[in-house]
């Protein structure tokens, strides 16, 4: 599976959402994607990519966009 | 002074001096907004003549019981920024806190405690057990003080697994599958006091004369809430490092103290055993006849400061619990600011605490 695919069900799942509402989506921009849910993600991700996030980036990853730029970073290394 | 500007300065690091400056000037700032923002706030001001410009110093500026978020709703933003509502911890029957966040008053929440808690953990994430059953975090839209606080640190957490299921009984076989898989790791614990000893530790031993035995020698336990029941029960704070070392192996072992009112700004205890006020929040204590400042070593009335709130005027709050600083700057374990100790709660105050109210189903 693409990456971006892979990133884009990730917030599909975990939100139960469709891919149309992914560009431009802020974190507390709907019901699901509130605390709880943000932990939700970041492990979706994590399985996704098998990688682990660093807390500053968890904390950071505030938007849709905003998460690709953080999985792009070196650390991470997930390119889309 | 922004709040990023005070996210970035390491928590431990400033002397009394120079967090006196930074304290007056942030929480003076925030008197400020709040009473631009928050009329029932204003009027209180108004009411007892405060005067912003002749402030020397943070300790001057007016505090609020904490019960009034009880009685009424404080908030400085409208309806519509809010996007989390928090409540305090309260036995049944009991009025509860309402804390109004907005989008970043919670972010920054969440900044300080991973800050704060760092500091005692390193900023790797770890394997995760919580010690509380998952039905906690179920219901988002209100979130209690108990679900608050196993969220804030979930985030320490890479793969996690709550110990106990909804009866409050003991997931054995999960727990050491997940000891299993985890060997040779470090293991992050975390839960309210209270439950750790009646729900874990006591199921530990019970186990133990089975001849089932957990070790948790590469654990850190981190625990918080209110010891009200345990004192009771005679557990001392030794007592419990005492026991839980016994029984498990688990040694390293930190007590926290913090509020929902105030979240974010946890007074963690450092290897010494004492309570530290980092850099973004700091305890007065405070006499109870005239509300002066109580010295080094006497018990009074504690009051909390914290430079987070921006949606609620809470900024500078007296609590209803006694204790006494011990010490500033000075402590053996080399983390600078005021450490203290908590006595407990006041005569005649309700119960609260994420450990204390539940204790009082017991």
Redesign the interface.
């Known amino acids: 599976m693409a990456n971006l695919e892979k990133y884009n069900n990730a917030f599909i799942e975990t939100f139960e959402i469709t891919e149309d509402k992914l560009a431009g989506l802020k974190y507390q921009d709907i019901e699901a994607w509130d605390s709880v849910g943000h932990m939700g993600l970041i492990a979706a991700l994590e399985e996704a990519f098998d990688i682990m996030m660093d807390t500053d980036d968890i904390i950071d990853f505030s938007s849709y966009e905003k998460g690709k730029e953080i999985l792009s970073k070196s650390e991470y290394g997930v390119e889309f | 002074m922004t709040f990023d500007e005070i996210l970035s300065i390491p928590p431990y690091s400033l002397d009394e001096e120079e967090k006196g400056k930074l304290l007056t000037e942030r929480l003076l700032e925030l008197t400020r907004l709040h009473r631009k923002n928050c009329p029932e706030y204003a009027n209180m001001l108004d009411a007892v003549g405060f005067d912003p410009d002749g402030v020397k110093s943070y300790k001057e500026l007016p505090f609020l019981p904490v019960r009034l978020f009880k009685e009424m709703d404080l908030k400085s933003v409208t309806k519509e920024e809010i ?2 509502t928090m409540t305090s911890s309260g036995t049944s029957g009991q009025a509860v806190s309402k804390i109004y966040l907005d ?1 970043s008053t ?2 920054n929440q ?2 300080t405690m ?1 800050k704060i808690v ?1 500091e005692f953990t390193g ?1 790797g ?1 770890m394997p995760m057990i919580i010690i509380d059953c998952p039905s906690v ?1 179920k219901n ?1 839209a209100m979130f209690s003080a108990r679900g608050a606080g196993i ?1 804030g640190f ?3 957490g ?1 793969k996690k697994i709550y110990a106990l299921d909804d009866d409050m009984k003991l997931d054995v076989s999960g727990v050491s599958d997940f000891l299993e898989q985890h060997k040779g790791e470090r293991i992050l614990l975390f839960g309210f006091t209270f439950m750790v000893w009646q729900h874990f530790y006591k199921e530990l031993k019970r186990l133990k004369e089975e001849g089932i035995a957990f070790d948790l020698s590469n654990g850190i336990l981190i625990h918080g809430g209110g010891w009200k029941k345990l004192i009771s029960e005679a557990v001392s704070h030794d007592e419990f490092h005492k026991s839980m070392e016994e029984i498990c192996g688990l040694k390293d072992i930190h007590d926290y103290y913090g509020m929902v009112e105030q979240t974010g700004c946890i007074y963690m205890e450092c290897e010494c055993g004492h309570l530290h006020a980092s850099n973004f929040s700091d305890v007065i204590i405070r006499r109870p006849l005239d509300f002066s400042e109580a010295d080094t070593g006497e018990t009074g009335i504690i009051q909390v400061v914290s430079t987070i709130p921006e949606s609620y005027p809470g900024h500078s709050l007296l609590t209803e619990d006694e204790g006494s600083v011990v010490g500033i700057d000075d402590c053996p374990c080399g983390r600078k600011g005021k450490y203290f100790k908590i006595n407990g709660r006041l005569k005649n105050a309700e119960i609260r605490g994420c450990s204390d109210t539940y204790a009082a189903k017991f």
């Open positions: 996007v989390k989008r919670s972010a969440q900044k991973v760092s900023s994430r975090v988002r969220l979930s985030i320490f890479s």
